[in-house]
């Protein structure tokens, strides 16, 4: 949970909003529960069964390495992993600059990519230490991301209007196909607001008792968050007017979207109250984006030192004993990142990681089940099958109802990845994988 509220729900509400007119938008949470808690019993079982660290590349190459796949799969997952983790970071960094523009209303377009890279270098520049000094730094941005999160809550439950919150457009619940384009375009930023639920997979060989401390982590997170998430919104819609912010039909979403937590404590508390508020935003999306790029740089760093993906990047620093190559990799591609529309950062980050890390692991699991049944299992997933086909289902769902260039963009990059795979195996001279 700590790693999941980030600044997500500060800079998505105004996007998913605009997703389908309305506060109807809200079912895109539902629908991203009804995906992710499916998906978080698969992502149980692989963590409970092979609890290492490396998560997902471990259990791709494990899953699919009797069928001589093995080691393509986790190198597609690392070469997928660039594109989508400094997507995500750069998430925060629009959300930084969105807020930024509250407190300096006349900042233009390249004052905003200025911001942008200011803060990007920073991020780089504190994380190129040692971790023993990064705890300190850690704990207090995470301290002021709880009490950000806290104040909009109350604030909101104190001032909330039902009869503003729950405004619901005429037909707004009219199936149609433009309805499943919006609800998947709102199930898109629900789940971009959950990510982070497995993150507890990525340490698992220093979680005690992984069998049930990894299912109960993952579940728990999501519903809390889920909760979290839905107060929050309510507490803010039930203040500032949702058409306020959501753009007429027809119209685009104003890039970066509107500082809509600001907005709502001026209306309640004045423009100095907002101003300082703001402050503990841009605090909470610094923390956000701190966070990601110290445990995002370390996957790479992880996987290339375990021998999936390119040698270079196993590198530590002479003297401070740190990835500084996957740091400065990881970080300088996500402040490129942060110049696209904060929509598009979002489809595309997920988009990217369907087709290879959720898809992928639906089917490493049903693959180790037929291929290693003797594979000790301290958590199984219920229902078997059941649980894999409702979240196949949903990530195609997902996939499918976004823009066809996002979908290019991630059938491009797939291909990509195939192509640096066959030049990486050719620069190590990597022997024939065991189908066994």
Known sequence: MTNMIGVGPFITIPALMAAMGGPQAMLGWLVAVMITVPDAMIWSEL??????SGGTYVYLR?????????RLMAFLFVWQFILSGPLEIASGYIGFAQYTKYLWPELGPWGTRAIIGAVGLLNILLLYRQIKSI????VSLWVGTLLTTFTVIVSGAIHFDAERAFDFPPNAFEFSFGFLLGLGAATR??????????????????VRNPGKTIPRSIVISIVGVALIYFTMNLSIIGVVPWREFVPP??????????????????????GGVANVFTLMVLWTAFGSVFALLLGYSRILYA?????????????????????????????VVAILCSFLPLLTVIDALLVTRIVVQFIGQIAAVMLLRRHAPQLHRPYRIWFYPLPCLLALVGWIFI???????????????LALGLGAYWLWSRWVRQPAEPAA
């Open 62 to 70: 494990e899953g699919f390495r009797r069928l001589g796949l093995g």
């Open 399 to 413: 996939f499918v109802t976004t823009k066809p260039f996002l979908i290019g963009y991630a059938i491009l990059s």
């Open 189 to 206: 930023v629900g789940v971009y607001d959950y990510l982070g639920y497995y993150d507890v997979c990525y340490i698992g060989e220093e």
């Open 303 to 331: 996987a290339a030192r375990d021998g999936c993906f390119f040698r270079v990047f196993a590198g530590l620093h002479p003297r401070k004993n740190f990835p500084h190559r996957a740091l400065v990799l990881v970080g």
């Open 135 to 138: 705890g300190t730094i850690t």
């Open 249 to 270: 039909p027809g119209a685009e979403l104003p890039d970066p979207p509107p500082p809509i937590v600001s907005w709502f404590m001026q209306r309640l508390y004045g």
């Open 47 to 52: 963590g409970a069964a092979m609890p290492g």
